[in-house]
């Protein structure tokens, strides 16, 4: 079993939607989760990060984290076919080197 | 947010020769960098942590004397292919952890064809 597992996709959903996007995790030592958006041939770009559980919010977006499941979640509301991208969870132990676990990503596909 | 550059955004080279790529953090300091390789549709695979001033620590599998890793300062590290051979095309990306915030901020990437 890889530490984080997520669902590489596509997703596609019509403009408009609400898109939730979700890593399950099985190192309980992580405590800061992060969640990134990639577009094509580009670097990964940091759109949220939280230390704790529960909801974080930022405009459009909300990441949310449940760690007595393992198991985080980032929202897009009014999805844009913009948001069209690879959307890469990352969580790391705090302390430390603070190198992160990554992903494998999910392509999201928002259709007008 | 934090910016970080990467030079040069791609390159084609022939195989054999060796290839450099610059990891830039232009409005922050970096004591420790990072280096990944990305194949299409997969993850973020990382190949070693760069730390200013002193040697870089390589992942399991990856080859130091291959992938040379330098971190000269504290906004400047420097990824060299060896005598790169096609296997060796990929995209690589740096990353660079922001000592105020505790952040990674990543470059835009890198991609390598050795033909």
């Known amino acids: 079993q890889k530490e984080v597992e997520q669902d590489p996709g596509p997703l596609s959903v019509p403009e408009g939607a609400i898109v939730s996007l979700n890593c399950t995790y099985s190192?309980?030592?992580?405590?800061?989760f992060m969640w990134y958006r990639q577009y094509s041939r580009k670097g990964p770009e940091l759109l949220m990060y939280?230390?704790?559980?529960g909801n974080k919010e930022d405009g459009r977006f909300t990441a949310q984290v449940d760690k007595s499941s393992k198991y985080i979640s980032l929202f897009i509301r009014d999805s844009q076919p913009s948001d069209s991208a690879t959307y890469l969870c990352?969580?790391?132990?705090?302390?430390?080197?603070?190198?992160?676990?990554f992903g494998r990503g999910t392509s999201l596909i928002v259709h007008p | 947010g934090a910016v970080v550059s990467q030079h040069p955004s791609r390159v084609i080279c022939k195989s054999g020769t060796s290839v450099k790529i610059e990891c830039r953090s232009l409005?922050?300091?970096?004591?420790?960098m990072f280096w990944y390789r990305q194949f299409p549709k997969q993850s973020l695979m990382l190949m070693a942590t760069?730390?200013?001033?002193?040697?870089?620590?390589?992942e399991q599998g990856v080859e130091k004397d291959k992938f040379l890793i330098n971190h000269a300062s504290l906004t400047l590290s420097t990824l060299t292919v060896t005598s790169a051979h096609p296997e060796d095309s990929s995209f690589y990306i740096c990353?660079?952890?922001?000592?105020?915030?505790?952040?990674?901020?990543f470059g835009p990437g890198t991609r390598l064809t050795v033909l």
């Open positions: 190192n309980s030592a992580f405590q800061y």
């Open positions: 990352a969580m790391s132990a705090t302390g430390g080197s603070y190198i992160p676990t």
């Open positions: 760069s730390n200013e001033g002193s040697k870089a620590t390589y």
């Open positions: 409005d922050f300091q970096a004591t420790t």
């Open positions: 939280t230390y704790s559980s």
């Open positions: 990353s660079a952890r922001d000592m105020g915030t505790d952040t990674q901020y």
